[in-house]
């Protein structure tokens, strides 16, 4: 199955929840989700009774449409994650935030997963100053990530980096937002990671 390429805000109503696929319009107070609470279609707001498997289904949809991986990547990531020692969810749920998209949402770079993710595909982003083009790309603790010197006058990454003085950064990355650049300082604790999905379910899932 291919990535989604819909609609996002419409996912967001589908799911109940805001999974930050609207960036500068979501901070606005303007997404859709907060305008109307309630699945899309005809018969959006009538209350439904969700199966144990609409609930497991749920969460794996809510961190495949965040992250913005495809089935067949998440499928890789979660055998991946069994295959380790330790919480199989919180593994998984780490390796997603190492990929190089991500890292570069979390530094303030992108508003939004996508848009880190198409800067990535279009060469503007550098680790340990060599240019990667893989958003799957899974990065290190400790790689220092910057914007490559052509595009550091990007205006929609420095309206980004804007931003984060309003959303903030997380603990795990230290940037210089003068310089563009940032370090990916360790793998954060899955209790650091803010995110609105019970991995737990996720594993009950794949485990049947």
């Known amino acids: 199955?291919?990535?989604?390429?819909?609609?996002?805000?419409?996912?967001?109503?589908?799911?109940?929840?805001?999974?930050?696929?609207?960036?500068?319009?979501?901070?606005?107070?303007?997404?859709?989700?907060?305008?109307?609470?309630?699945?899309?279609?005809?018969?959006?707001q009538r209350r439904t009774k969700i199966s144990e498997?609409?609930?497991?289904?749920?969460?794996?949809?809510?961190a495949k449409f965040m992250y913005g991986v495809s089935e067949k990547q998440f499928r890789a990531l979660y055998k991946e994650a069994n295959s380790?020692?330790?919480?199989?969810?919180?593994?998984?749920i780490q390796l997603l935030e190492q990929r190089l998209d991500n890292v570069v949402y979390r530094m303030g770079f992108a508003t939004t997963r996508a848009s880190a993710r198409q800067f990535v595909n279009h060469g503007h982003v550098l680790v340990d100053g060599k240019r990667v083009d893989i958003p799957s790309?899974?990065?290190?603790a400790g790689q220092k990530i910057e914007i490559r010197e052509k595009s550091k006058t990007n205006p929609q990454i420095l309206r980004s980096i804007e931003l984060t003085n309003q959303t903030g950064m997380v603990?795990?990355?230290?940037?210089?937002?003068?310089?563009?650049?940032?370090?990916?300082?360790?793998?954060?604790?899955?209790?650091?990671?803010?995110?609105?999905?019970?991995?737990?379910?996720?594993?009950?899932?794949y485990s049947k």
């Open 137 to 140: 790309f899974r990065v290190k």
């Open 84 to 92: 380790k020692e330790g919480n199989t969810g919180s593994i998984l």
């Open 1 to 44: 199955m291919a990535r989604y390429r819909g609609p996002v805000e419409r996912l967001e109503r589908r799911l109940g929840v805001d999974l930050g696929l609207k960036g500068e319009r979501r901070l606005a107070g303007k997404s859709a989700l907060e305008k109307r609470p309630y699945a899309p279609g005809q018969h959006g």
């Open 171 to 205: 603990d795990w990355v230290d940037m210089d937002k003068e310089k563009l650049f940032g370090l990916f300082t360790r793998i954060p604790e899955r209790e650091e990671i803010a995110i609105p999905v019970e991995e737990r379910l996720i594993v009950e899932l």
């Open 53 to 62: 498997y609409g609930l497991q289904l749920q969460e794996k949809q809510k």
